[in-house]
């Protein structure tokens, strides 16, 4: 039984992007390749670069512009596409071969391991606080899926129990590449949890579950 109401659960999954992805080889695919990281182009121009049908481009241009993937910008003359900072994340999450909550966890792993090695520690990443971010809205099974395909990948690897750090190799390689959009991402994590618990203390499905467990408790003690 899930711990939100239905009406809550949506709006939280729709804030979460759950469950978006696109084919490696599909155009829309190959659009956010092209634009990435800060490329501008005419629609004409990615037919000519990607050799795209033009049909289908047209429909994964419109696809991408309605789910504000990219951004398309006027001139007086033509009409440019360029990346939104979502367009950016998903862009990565095919040149990585990684979900959407796979990048989630990159992202958060990046952040800690960084921050905890600037102080001399031995940075690592630990499932549970994983988990916790989007507990309710993804299965377990899910959430242990996204955290090991980063070893899976071959981008990290297990360091002590239910815990991975990133390939020294791996780390520098997304500081050199990848750094302003994980950084922008672990912000936007971060908000996603406020959100997210804002949406819950208005939910009266988990208002009615924290109660009854108090009720619970109260008869233990």
């Not at 629609?43 to 994964?60: F, P, R």
């Not at 939910?203 to 924290?210: L, S, T, Y």
Request: proline share 1%; charged share 30%; net charge positive.
């Amino acid at each position: 039984m899930t711990i939100f109401s239905e009406e809550t659960l949506q709006k939280i999954r729709d804030i979460s992007y759950y469950h978006i992805f696109f084919k490696r080889s599909s155009a829309a695919s190959n659009i956010l390749a092209l634009l990435y990281p800060d490329k501008k182009y005419s629609e004409g121009e990615i037919t000519e670069k990607l050799g795209l049908n033009k049909i289908n481009q047209s429909m994964a241009l419109t696809r991408l512009v309605q789910g504000k993937f990219i951004v398309l910008e006027k001139d007086r003359r033509t009409r440019f596409y360029r990346l939104s900072q979502k367009g950016r994340w998903f862009a990565i999450c095919n040149k990585l071969n990684l979900t959407f909550l796979s990048l989630c966890a990159l992202a958060d792993a990046y952040e800690m391991q960084t921050r905890l090695e600037q102080v001399g520690l031995v940075g690592f990443y630990v499932f549970p606080r994983f988990a916790e971010t989007f507990d309710g809205v993804y299965t377990q099974g899910n959430l242990r899926f996204a955290f090991e395909q980063l070893k899976v990948k071959n981008l990290a690897f297990r360091y002590v129990k239910k815990s991975l750090r990133i390939k020294p190799e791996v780390l520098e390689d997304l500081r050199r590449y990848y750094q302003k959009d994980l950084e922008e991402m672990q912000k936007w994590i971060a908000q996603f949890q406020d959100i997210k618990e804002d949406l819950m203390r208005q939910d009266q499905n988990f208002i009615q579950r924290i109660q009854n467990n108090k009720k619970i408790l109260s008869k233990l003690i």
